[in-house]
């Protein structure tokens, strides 16, 4: 069904305000960003996102859900067409890359999000969790990965990244610390896992 001209003006705003709340969440932090910052950010009124999302939390779940889609559709592209666990570990941090300050900010903050929201980032590990196992399911299967069980190897890499984020004023303060550190990151923890390509 083809959309009307408001339902697609609609889609647009609900768009411009998700990418300004990934800003802003960024910028401010998840739990002190105001609505009125994303609306300036948007260049919407104050009323807009209320229209949208009816709370602030409402808002904030439904950023992590997009970053999270996309997130997972970068690593289902990779992980699902049999292009092998370190090309998988790098579409990770490439993905992660892109919405860096963010996702920083998930790592850093999460235990203090709304339920919802805390839920929702946790889904998003899960997926991801899902299609690294895959991954890692065929390199087992061809004998160039040793067989450890999935749920540590995917909290081992996950442990990694999130410990390599929350202290990236120590690896790089300057700039981004998945650009500076995702290749070391990868080659460590491949020869950790025993990654044998």
Request: hydrophobic share 40%; aromatic share 8%.
């Amino acid at each position: 069904m083809k959309e009307n001209k408001r339902q697609l003006q609609k889609n647009t705003t609900r768009k411009k305000i998700i990418e300004s709340a990934v800003k802003q969440f960024a910028i401010n932090g998840l739990t002190t960003t105001r609505t009125s910052d994303v609306a300036g950010e948007a260049g919407v009124s104050h009323g807009t996102i209320f229209a949208h999302f009816h709370t602030q939390e409402e808002l904030l779940t439904a950023v992590i859900e997009d970053v999270g889609e996309r997130i997972n559709t970068r690593l289902h592209e990779v992980a699902g067409g049999q292009k092998g666990f370190n090309l998988a570990l790098k579409a990770h941090i490439e993905v992660l890359t892109e919405f860096e300050p963010f996702y920083t900010r998930l790592v850093i903050e999460n235990r203090l999000l709304p339920k919802e929201a805390r839920d929702t980032f946790l889904m998003l590990q899960s997926t991801v969790s899902f299609h690294l196992s895959q991954a890692i399911q065929k390199e087992v299967e061809a004998g160039s990965m040793k067989k450890l069980p999935e749920d540590m190897v995917f909290n081992g890499w996950i442990g990694l990244v999130h410990y390599y984020i929350a202290n990236s004023d120590l690896f790089a303060p300057e700039s981004s610390v998945l650009k500076t550190c995702g290749e070391k990151m990868i080659h460590f923890y491949l020869n950790m896992v025993n990654y044998n390509k």
